[in-house]
């Protein structure tokens, strides 16, 4: 079951890259973020109650809360869809699958063993995540679809200690959860009132000057 | 070569065309209407081959030429095609390359035949099959590298017939992910909605269809008929993926087999009545996410 969810999470990253409407992106990263709730309730060690609490934390933030608070964002900043990245959709499209590559060959380097045959999933799929987080980061113009690309690398970083390091304590997830909680909140936030200022939320532009 | 081989190739010349008749007949039904006759391509060849062909003062041998290289090239490629259990008439280890290389030659004579027109219409066609082309050819070899790997076989014939409901269930993934990139495949190469659309005649939209323009009479039947036997052909690649069944007995595999072209045919049909044609600049996105799809089945193939 880890290993479809994995494969969910890469098929997510590909479509991400390549689609250029914010709300088809924001409910894409949304089933992200809800199948990547998942992975705790099938850990090594089953079904206990600090997995269902953290399963339970995750999908009702990153599935509910997250795409709530951006989708109400984008709405207020009307905009419907991103134009004109640094990077074209196509050509993106083929930067996230040599990402991907790229991590399904970091994934066998990593000393790391999950699985004594070596052929999981979960390393490439963590790793592929962040990539893809970082990629959107850096090639979008828009504060939203950056902001996007935050919580993609976020996902890549919790499926890899959800699904890699069980021995976390619950407290710290949650407090890594609620840092995420209020960096995306202080982030709508703010793209919300870049909007209101500037009548766009081109980030790129936000270097020029303006009396 | 086995009779039963012979037997397969020549129910694939007979069938071909229905395929677009079930095509149509879906999408008439879907639109609320009665349609043409399942068998309408057949009337429509006949009619064809019984003209005599127009030739224009500024065409060469290249435009005649261009519809015979078309068909003998896309038959020859039907020959190393398994049908569901039957083998192939020939086979030899790396026919792979070749059957995707007829078919480039078979694009390579319409091209050249609609360039030999001097049209600038039909260049800015062939301009987009080749563009189009370009970008799904890799979709197509990467899948069939991922074959070879799975199954360890170099033989096009060979290697498809090594599949299994057991081997397809341990490795689902990669079996879907290479359905998704050839049925992307599929649809641009014969021409289909979200591509193209073959029932307009729209200068702004047509790829297939514009290089087809001032060929008449038996002309436009050859590469008709070579149109349906293309998409016959990379419809058995996937059918074979899908319905990996050979129970040994022909009949009961031709028939499977046959069964799986006539439920794809109506796949087809469903796509075009409820999918918009794609805008031109999108198309090559959707070719390269079938690109990223192969690559990505050839990654988990080979770790």
């Known amino acids: 079951m880890t290993e479809n969810i994995m494969a969910v999470l890469i098929l997510i990253n590909l479509a991400l890259t390549a689609s250029s409407r914010l709300g088809g992106c924001i409910n894409l990263v949304a089933v992200q973020g809800i199948a990547i709730g998942l992975l705790p309730l099938f850990a090594q060690e089953g079904l206990t109650l600090r997995g269902f609490l953290l399963a339970a934390f995750v999908v009702i933030l990153k599935g509910i809360v997250f795409p709530r608070l951006l989708i109400n964002t984008v709405r207020d900043a009307a905009v419907r869809r991103e134009v004109e990245p640094f990077v074209g959709y196509g050509f993106s499209l083929m930067i996230g699958t040599a990402l991907t590559v790229i991590a399904f060959w970091l994934g066998t380097k990593l000393p790391l063993s999950l699985s004594p045959s070596g052929m999981s999933l979960v390393l490439p799929g963590a790793i592929g995540t962040i990539f893809t987080g970082l990629f959107m980061i850096v090639s979008r113009r828009k504060a939203v679809t950056q902001v996007l690309g935050y919580l993609v690398m976020e996902n890549g970083i919790a499926a890899f200690g959800l699904a890699v390091v069980s021995e976390i304590p619950l407290l710290i997830e949650l407090g890594i959860l609620l840092d995420t909680f209020v960096a995306i909140f202080v982030m709508a936030i703010m793209i919300y009132h870049i909007s209101r200022e500037f009548e766009h939320i081109d980030v790129d532009q936000l270097s020029a000057l303006k009396g | 070569m086995k009779l039963e081989s012979v037997c397969g190739y020549v129910l694939a010349l007979i069938a071909a065309p229905i395929l677009l008749g079930v095509i149509n007949r879906v999408k008439a039904f879907f639109a609320g209407r009665r349609g043409p006759p399942v068998l309408q391509a057949y009337h429509d060849l006949f009619k064809l081959l019984r003209k005599s062909a127009v030739y224009s003062g500024a065409t060469g041998y290249v435009f005649k030429a261009g519809p015979l290289v078309g068909l003998a ?37 319409t091209v050249l035949a609609a360039l030999d027109t001097g049209s600038s219409f039909e260049g800015m066609g062939a301009s987009r099959e080749v563009q189009f082309a370009a970008l799904a050819e890799p979709a197509l070899l990467l899948g069939m590298a991922v074959i070879i790997r799975m199954t360890g076989q170099l033989a096009l014939a060979d290697g498809l017939q090594s599949f299994s409901f057991g081997l397809t269930a341990a490795s689902s993934p990669i079996i879907i992910l290479l359905l998704m990139a050839w049925f992307i495949v599929f649809l641009v190469e014969n021409a289909r909605i979200p591509f193209d659309d073959p029932n307009t005649h729209l200068e702004l939209t047509m790829i297939h269809e514009v290089m087809a323009l001032d060929h008449g009479g038996p002309d436009l039947a050859f590469i008709l008929y070579g149109a349906a036997l293309k998409m016959w052909l990379i419809g058995a690649l996937l059918v074979n993926l899908l319905i990996p069944a050979h129970t040994g007995n022909p009949l009961l595999d031709l028939g499977m087999f046959g069964a799986g072209m006539l439920l794809l045919a ?23 996410a079938a690109c990223a799809f192969s690559i990505l089945a050839l990654v988990l193939v080979l770790r």
Do not use: H, W
């Open chain 2, 266 to 288: 109506a796949a087809v049909g469903i796509i075009e009545s409820t999918k918009a044609r794609l805008r031109l600049l999108r198309a090559p996105q959707l070719l390269i």
């Open chain 2, 73 to 109: 090239a896309v038959m020859l490629a039907l020959t190393f095609m398994p049908f569901g259990g039957i083998g192939s008439i020939f086979s030899f280890n790396g026919d792979f390359l070749l059957v995707a290389y007829l078919l480039g030659v078979m694009r390579f004579g």
